[in-house]
């Protein structure tokens, strides 16, 4: 403690010749002497040299050779060089060591931020060795945020003490802050510990920060599961209207979900290419276009096949089955058979840290809002506006809606271009969180069936209850059976509830016999 009282001074010409020469691990010490003791710009430049190979030593003084000219280490001033010098040795090992101790020199300049990264840093393979060099960096530390790092920093150092009672202490304070970094030096910790009393005391904190780490665990689980149902409800919010409303079996639907995938890709390549400044907002233009891209493409499939098709499900099926291998021929043919890369903006890139073990990605909080916003657009059109109050009328009663002036062709049209409008749209976000290919599609149409059956024909509400829960309950099981195992399982789960329930969680109100 009375070497981290005391006032850094220069680097001395011992310190840097004895870093120069001898055994790697009394190299190591005097590296690790200089970064507690010694002035921080004369090691750090001396740090520097060594590790680029422009150290030589000779005469009991190790100089800085750049070029022709010599410096010496303790002033940085020019000095001639000795005959007879060597040069100073670095392998692997020293190369790793040299890396650490800069990474500890951050301890003591920069801001708060970057004196927080460096103390977090220092947490990794603390050793006994980097006590002083921490303690002096406690004594001058003003942020009570990277004292705490450094307190538990300090504490994991300990653990490698010679002393039984400091490795127990050291072991209850770091079962104060449960991440992950802790939880693995105390399992390197207990493999190779001999006391008896300590080993209990390891396994007492170990036990502590599990318990505290599986909170953030489960909320993890929690958060993936509502991100997948968050995409099963875009995906089968499309297929509520199609499908649900209008009774068509649209096989193509992933196929439209893959259209405004790549109409987001095309909106990419144009923001780079003509106005890459804006390039981060680009996903602002791709929205609209992708709903306009697939709305298209769905008008021109109703208008072209479907309308002649309507009361016969199984041609339906068969018809939107081949246009779903037309419109992914046509993708290869335009943009190639390999995925093609999208990227997220700067505002979607990154996390929030919620928990030591548990960060929240920003494109999948983002998607999660997406989709509940598009919820709430989609409730909207359906319920208060003319085009939902028609789509309603044909769907409960076609004939009426006719006899009362309705054309019926053309809020067809329009509704089945809302729903391939709202798959673009879930195009759009997926492009933001996987891959982007001619399969896209594929992956999420029997998901996206599975969720409007169980939610109920018809009803939005059903299809939110029901790719929430799928979701979350896809994701949970996966950690108890394994991905494939959990999908058998979520499978059987809606089989067994069809037989019990055939209507799904909401069932269609009306005055017929059918519903």
């Known amino acids: 403690m009375a070497l981290s009282q005391a006032p850094a001074h220069a680097l001395t010409a011992e310190q840097a010749f004895a870093m120069a020469d001898g055994d790697n691990n009394s190299r190591i010490a005097a590296m690790q002497d200089a970064v507690a003791t010694g002035d ?89 060795q980097r006590l002083p060099m921490l303690d002096k960096a406690l004594a001058k530390e003003s942020s009570e945020a990277v004292k705490a790092e450094l307190e538990m920093a300090r504490s994991a150092a300990l653990l490698g003490s010679s002393k039984a009672a400091e490795r127990t ?27 008896e009393k300590v080993q209990v005391a390891l396994k007492r904190a170990l036990a502590e920060v599990n318990d505290k780490l599986a909170w953030g665990e489960r909320l993890g689980v929690a958060f993936t599961g509502i991100s997948l149902g968050s995409i099963l409800l875009l995906v089968a919010l499309g297929l509520a209207i199609t499908y649900g409303l209008m009774g068509v079996i649209n096989m193509a639907h992933g196929e439209l979900m893959m259209i405004g995938a790549y109409a987001t890709y ?13 390039f981060d907002w680009y996903l602002l233009a791709a929205v609209p276009a992708s709903f306009m ?32 291998l037309v419109l992914m021929q046509l993708v290869r043919t335009f943009f190639g058979a390999q995925n093609v890369a999208v990227e997220n903006p ?10 030591p073990n548990l960060t929240l990605p920003l494109n999948r909080l983002i998607l999660i809002v997406f989709a509940f916003a598009v919820l709430a657009g989609v409730a909207y059109i359906i319920a208060r506006t003319r085009l939902g109050l028609f789509v309603r009328g044909v769907t409960q009663n076609r004939p009426i809606a006719s006899c009362m002036g309705v054309n019926t ?58 790719a929430l829960g799928l979701g979350i309950l896809n994701k949970f099981l996966e950690g108890w059976t394994g991905a494939v195992l959990a999908k058998i399982a979520v499978l059987v789960f809606i089989i067994a509830f069809i037989q019990k329930r055939p209507q799904g969680i909401f069932a269609m109100k009306g005055r017929s016999a059918e519903a």
């Open 40 to 128: 921080v710009t004369r090691v750090a430049d001396f740090l520097n040299a060594l590790r680029d190979g422009q150290v030589q030593y000779g005469a009991g003084r190790a100089f800085i050779v750049r070029g022709d000219q010599a410096l010496d280490p303790v002033t940085g001033k020019a000095t001639e060089l000795p005959e007879g010098v060597d040069d100073a040795s670095t392998n692997n090992r020293m190369r790793r060591e040299i890396g650490n101790a800069q990474a500890a020199l951050n301890l003591f300049v920069g801001n708060d931020s970057e004196r927080l990264s460096a103390a977090r840093a220092m947490l990794q393979g603390a050793t006994p």
């Open 169 to 195: 202490a050291a072991a209850a304070l770091l079962a104060q802050r449960a991440t992950p970094a802790t939880r693995l030096l105390l399992s390197e910790q207990l493999t190779q510990e001999q006391d």
């Open 266 to 278: 095309v909106v990419q390549g144009v923001f780079r290419t003509y106005v890459p400044e804006f």
């Open 293 to 324: 891209a697939a709305a298209l493409v769905g008008a021109i499939m109703e208008r072209g096949v479907l309308r002649f098709l309507y009361g016969r499900p199984l041609e339906t099926l068969l018809a939107t089955w081949g246009i779903s």
């Open 346 to 355: 700067v505002w979607m890139s990154g996390g929030w840290q919620v928990l």
């Open 409 to 466: 062709a053309r809020v067809d049209t329009m509704a089945f271009a809302l729903g391939s409008g709202i798959a673009g749209l879930a195009g759009c976000a997926l492009s933001q969180v996987g891959n982007v290919g001619p399969d896209l599609g594929q992956s999420y149409i029997v998901d996206a069936f599975m969720v409007v059956v169980l939610g109920g024909v018809g009803q939005l509400a059903g299809t939110v209850y029901a």
